[in-house]
């Protein structure tokens, strides 16, 4: 049984310093980084941008956990990519990670967990 992850990124570094996301996949099949924390295999379903600055997370979450929903396609966990997380420490991102953590937590029943690489 694999462990289905979403995957929010940082729609101004993404294609910047990650292009293609390749690092995040990279890192998610071959369980490195944050996704080490998982006994199962991991398979990536999800890859979504914030919604730009000052990030629209929440309404584009709500979309794509509806349409999971709606294609039958269970997610177990959500991460906010390392580009979220290096956007924050180098590009005054505006996103409280640890506040959209809690809300995407409470709102959706999954767990979060910010960064997916150390690359």
Do not use: W
Not at 44 to 69: R, S
Not at 113 to 118: E, L
Request: a neutral charge.
């Amino acid at each position: 049984m694999s462990k289905r992850i979403a995957i929010i990124t940082c729609a101004k570094i993404r294609d910047i310093h990650c292009m293609a996301c390749m690092k995040c996949f990279k890192a998610s099949e071959k369980k490195d980084g944050e996704f080490a924390r998982y006994d199962d295999d991991v398979r990536v379903v999800a890859m979504f941008g914030c919604g730009d600055c000052p990030g629209l997370v929440m309404p584009k979450a709500q979309l794509v956990m509806e349409m999971a929903d709606y294609l039958d396609v269970d997610i177990d966990a959500i991460h906010l990519g390392t580009c979220m997380v290096k956007a924050n420490q180098t590009a005054a991102c505006p996103i409280n990670l640890e506040k959209i953590s809690q809300m995407l937590q409470n709102k959706f029943g999954k767990p979060v967990v910010i960064g997916t690489h150390n690359y």
